[in-house]
C-alpha cells in the first residue's frame, strides 16, 4: 500500500485542521502588532481616525479569521459544510493581509533607515505568522503575498539610492520566508501521509487478525466436530466389522473382512493423528500444568500397554521412583505414550523400560527399548510427519509416522527438552527433561518396585455384564453383537436414566461401565459413571470413550478414576481393557 500524497482528501482536510488549530496563534501576532503600526502612521501624518479603523479593521479580520476556524475544527472531518468555512477562512485571511499590506507604502518613511525599520517589522511579522499557518498551502500564498509585496513595492519606488537594496533584500526575505513555510507544509504533508497510511495498515491488520480469529474459530468448530461427529460412524463401523468377523470363522470370505478391519484401523489411526496434529497446530490445545507424582501416570501407562506388550512377547517395565513433576499431566501422559506405544512397535525381542531419573532440578522421564535403533542422520527426521525409519514403503501395518511429531509439538508446547540417543541394532533411548517439585528431588530410601513385576489376578470364569451407555443407537447395537458371543452382557442404554433402570432391574451385578462422553442433551459420561456408580457400587470398574482430547475432559475422567478410551476405538482395544478390568 502506498502513501498518500497531499491531494489526498484525507491528508488535505488533516493540513487545514493543523492550520487552524494554529491560527489563533497567528492571529495574536497580528492584533498586537495592529497598534503600534496605527501609532507609526499617525507619526508619519495619517489621519489618527484613519490609523485607529485601519487598526481596528487588521484586528477584526484577524479575530474573525480566527472564529471561522474554531467553528471549522467543531465540524466532523469530511462534512460538505467544511468546504464553504475552508473558503470563507481564505477569504478572511486574504482580506486581512492586504488591509495589512496597504499601510506599508503609506508608513515608509523617504530615508533609508526609517524604510529599512519598518521594512523590518512587516517582513517580522510575516515570519512569525507566515509558518504557523503552514498546514494550509493557500493559506500561505493567501497571507504572505498580499502582506508583503506592496512592501517591496514601496521600497522599490523610493527616491533613495539604497532602495534597489533594501527592495531586493525585502524581496530576498520574502521569498526565504515563502520558502521555509512551503517545506513546513511539505513536512507537515508527509507527516500526515505516513500517520494516514499507518492507521490504514492498523486497521487492516485489525481486519486480518479479526478474519484470522474468525478462521480460528470455524477451525475449532470443525475439529470439534470432527472429534466426535466423524469418529461416530468409524466407531460403529469397527464394531460391526469386528462382530462380523467373529461369526465367519469358518466362511471362506473371512480373509475380506479381515482385510476390512485393517483399513478400519488403518483409516482410524491416520484420522485420529492428522486430527490431533491439526489440533495442535491451530493452539487449540492449552497446557494446564500443575503438580503430580510420575507414578500415577506410569500406572496408567502400565495399565495402556501392557497387554501389546505381553501380545508381542515384549517385557514392559515402569520405575518411577517416587518423583514428583510439574507439567500438565495429560498432555505429558500423551507424550511418554507415543513413545512407549512407538518403542514397543520398533522392538522385536527383548523389552521397554521406562524410567524417571533425577536430572539436576529436573526429572528425566526415559523411554528405552532394544528395538531397530535410528542412523545418526535420521534421528532428527524420524520428528517429521510420516517420515518411518526402513518403511519407505509405508506399510501402514507398521504405524503411520505421526507418534513423534505429536510428541514433538507436545514438548514444545510444554516447554520440555526432548532428547534422542541411538544405535542401530541395539536400541534407543527417548528422554522428557521434566521441571520437578521438592518432592521430586527426594530420593526415597529404597528402590520401588518396578510396575508391572506382580502376578496378574485370575480371570472371572463367569458371565461378565457390561453397562454400555450411548446416545448413538448403531454403537450400541454394534457393541452388543460384538460382546455377546464373548459371553459377556451388554445392558445398553441411550441414556442416563435409561441405564440406571436397567441396571435396576438386572438381577446380576455390574462388572464394567463403558460410558460415551457426549450423551444426549447436557449429559456427559462423568455423569453417567456416577449415577450408575451410586446404584452398582463406588468400587465398580469404568471407562470413558470420547472423541475428545482436551485436556479439560481428560483431567476430569482421571480425577473420577476412569480410564479414557478414545475414539474411534479398535475393536481389539475394547476387548483387551474389559477383559482387564473385568478379571
Not at 497580528?30 to 485607529?52: F, K, S, Y
Not at 542412523?375 to 510420516?386: A, G, K, S, V
Not at 520440555?416 to 533411548?429: F, I
Not at 479414557?564 to 473385568?582: G, M, S, V
Request: proline residues 5%; positive net charge; aromatic residues 4%.
Amino acid at each position: 500500500m502506498r502513501a498518500p500524497d497531499a491531494r489526498d482528501p484525507r491528508v488535505r482536510g488533516e493540513l487545514d485542521r493543523i492550520a487552524w488549530r494554529a491560527d489563533p496563534r497567528a492571529a495574536l501576532v497580528t492584533v498586537a502588532v495592529a497598534p503600534l503600526a496605527a501609532i507609526a502612521l499617525d507619526a508619519r501624518g495619517v489621519d489618527a481616525r484613519v490609523a485607529i479603523g485601519w487598526a481596528l479593521a487588521v484586528a477584526g479580520l484577524a479575530l474573525a479569521r480566527s472564529a471561522v476556524a474554531r467553528t471549522a475544527l467543531r465540524r466532523p472531518a469530511g462534512s460538505k459544510a467544511l468546504r464553504g468555512l475552508r473558503a470563507a477562512w481564505l477569504a478572511v485571511l486574504g482580506a486581512g493581509a492586504m488591509t495589512w499590506g496597504s499601510a506599508a507604502i503609506a508608513l515608509l518613511p523617504r530615508d533609508a533607515i526609517g524604510a529599512g525599520l519598518v521594512g523590518a517589522l512587516w517582513l517580522s511579522v510575516a515570519s512569525i505568522a507566515t509558518p504557523l499557518l503552514a498546514g494550509s498551502r493557500p493559506a500561505i500564498y493567501v497571507s504572505l503575498v498580499p502582506s508583503v509585496l506592496p512592501l517591496v513595492w514601496g521600497l522599490a519606488r523610493m527616491p533613495d539610492a539604497a532602495a534597489p537594496l533594501l527592495a531586493a533584500c525585502g524581496a530576498v526575505l520574502s521569498l526565504l520566508v515563502l520558502r521555509l513555510a512551503l517545506e513546513r507544509n511539505e513536512l507537515l504533508a508527509s507527516t500526515e501521509s505516513a500517520r494516514i497510511l499507518n492507521e490504514s495498515l492498523v486497521e487492516q491488520m485489525r481486519l486480518q487478525v479479526d478474519i484470522t480469529e474468525r478462521a480460528i474459530h470455524d477451525k475449532t468448530r470443525f475439529l470439534a466436530a470432527a472429534a466426535h461427529d466423524l469418529r461416530q460412524p468409524l466407531h460403529a463401523l469397527g464394531l460391526f466389522c469386528a462382530a462380523l468377523d467373529q461369526r465367519m470363522k469358518d466362511v471362506p470370505e473371512r480373509p475380506l473382512v479381515r482385510n476390512m478391519m485393517q483399513s478400519i484401523e488403518a483409516l482410524e489411526s491416520s484420522f485420529g493423528a492428522m486430527l490431533d496434529i491439526s489440533r495442535l497446530d491451530a493452539g487449540i490445545i492449552q497446557a494446564a500444568p500443575e503438580p503430580f507424582a510420575v507414578r500415577d501416570l506410569f500406572q496408567r501407562l502400565y495399565l495402556q500397554f501392557n497387554g501389546e506388550a505381553e501380545k508381542r512377547g515384549l517385557q514392559l517395565r515402569f520405575r518411577p521412583a517416587r518423583r514428583h513433576v510439574v507439567s500438565d499431566p495429560q498432555l505429558l501422559e500423551r507424550v511418554v505414550a507415543n513413545l512407549v506405544q512407538n518403542a514397543l512397535r520398533y522392538t522385536r525381542a527383548g523389552g521397554v523400560v521406562v524410567v524417571a531419573r533425577r536430572r539436576g532440578e529436573a526429572v528425566a522421564l526415559e523411554v528405552w527399548d532394544t528395538g531397530f535403533g535410528v542412523p545418526p542422520d535420521q534421528q532428527e527426521l524420524i520428528f517429521e510427519e510420516f517420515y518411518q525409519v526402513d518403511n519407505p514403503e509405508r506399510d501402514r501395518a507398521r504405524g503411520l509416522g505421526m507418534g513423534l511429531a505429536i510428541v514433538r509439538r507436545l514438548c514444545r508446547l510444554l516447554g520440555h527438552s526432548l532428547q534422542v540417543r541411538s544405535t542401530p541394532g541395539r536400541g534407543s533411548m527417548f528422554r522428557v527433561v521434566v521441571p520437578a517439585t521438592r518432592a521430586g528431588l527426594e530420593v526415597a530410601g529404597a528402590t520401588e518396585a518396578a510396575l508391572g513385576e506382580a502376578t496378574r489376578p485370575p480371570r472371572i470364569d463367569t458371565q461378565a455384564t457390561l453397562v454400555l451407555v450411548d446416545d448413538e443407537r448403531a454403537i450400541r447395537e454394534a457393541a452388543t453383537e460384538l460382546l455377546r458371543p464373548l459371553r459377556i452382557e451388554v445392558l445398553a442404554a441411550g441414556t442416563i436414566a435409561e441405564a440406571v433402570a436397567l441396571v435396576g432391574a438386572h438381577e446380576r451385578p455390574v462388572d464394567l461401565i463403558l460410558s460415551d462422553w457426549r450423551l444426549r442433551g447436557e449429559e456427559n459420561g462423568v455423569e453417567a459413571v456416577r449415577a450408575l456408580r451410586r446404584a452398582t457400587g463406588e468400587a465398580t470398574p469404568a471407562a470413558l470413550v470420547t472423541g475428545d482430547t482436551s485436556p479439560d475432559v481428560i483431567r476430569l475422567a482421571h480425577e473420577q478414576g476412569l480410564i479414557i478410551l478414545h475414539k474411534p476405538l479398535q475393536p481389539k482395544q475394547l476387548l483387551e481393557i474389559i477383559e482387564r478390568l473385568t478379571r
